[in-house]
């Protein structure tokens, strides 16, 4: 059993390493070529073994652990629920609902009781109103794509746990000829990695990082 236990912590620490490698490359790399779509899919099948391995490895130990929970009282999976639905409803909020200026500034109010100061403060520096090639203001995000929440391995000692926020999104459309018959938006990628801490509830803002763009 001892070996069992040892062997499951090695397969899912080997491949949460190898899906935060993945998420990087997924990010960093053109959007243009079929290997995204393959890193984004290796990335999605690697976190998910992981978090497989990483519940066989729980289960060998699973008294210490439920222990500590109780201890704590903490209920991890209702808390990971909830903050996987705070994280996309404002993702939602700012990449999909924020048309203009005016529901650009509630961003201030609203996002922070969704997604902590931290990540919001990044989200509404990202979307911020700049003048577009027809001398207009425009927001950066006109709708996604596509939104992947991953979580790494949880720490009962610390209460902590990684996440992992992939947006895929579009521009709004511009208009490239001076008659404003033809428009173009660009994709690109947005990763956001994070801390939740599932007893204070916190969720903390570690890194950010923007990927290419792309023509739509």
């Known amino acids: 059993m001892e070996k069992k236990h040892v062997w499951l912590y090695f397969i899912g620490g080997l491949l949460t390493v190898i899906a935060g490698i993945t998420v990087w490359l997924f990010i ?3 959007p243009n070529n079929a290997k995204m779509a393959n890193l984004k899919r ?6 998910a073994l992981s978090s497989y391995y990483q519940k066989q490895t729980n289960s060998l130990s699973v008294e210490g652990e439920l222990n500590h929970i109780s ?6 999976q209702n808390s990971l629920n909830d903050v996987t639905k705070n994280l996309k409803s404002g993702i939602d909020l700012v990449y999909n609902k924020t048309k203009n200026e005016d529901d ?10 969704l997604v ?16 577009n090639q027809s001398g207009k203001k425009t927001l950066t995000y006109d709708k996604t794509d596509d939104v992947v929440v991953a979580f790494g391995k949880y720490d009962y ?16 459309k511009v208009a490239t000829s001076e008659k404003g018959d033809r428009t173009q938006s660009l994709k690109g990628q947005d990763l ?4 939740f801490n599932l007893k204070t509830k916190k ?3 570690d890194q950010y990082v923007k990927g290419a763009t792309s023509n739509g």
């Open 157 to 172: 000692q610390s209460v902590t746990v990684p996440i992992y926020v992939v947006v895929d999104y579009e521009t709004p």
């Open 203 to 205: 969720l903390s803002l």
């Open 192 to 195: 956001y990695i994070l801390t």
């Open 28 to 30: 960093a790399t053109n």
């Open 71 to 76: 201890d704590t009282n903490i209920n991890v």
């Open 116 to 131: 902590g100061n931290e990540l919001s403060e990044q989200l509404i520096t990202n979307d911020k109103p700049v003048l």
């Open 104 to 113: 650009y500034s509630k961003l201030k109010s609203t996002l922070p009781k």
């Open 42 to 47: 290796m990335n999605t099948k690697n976190l």
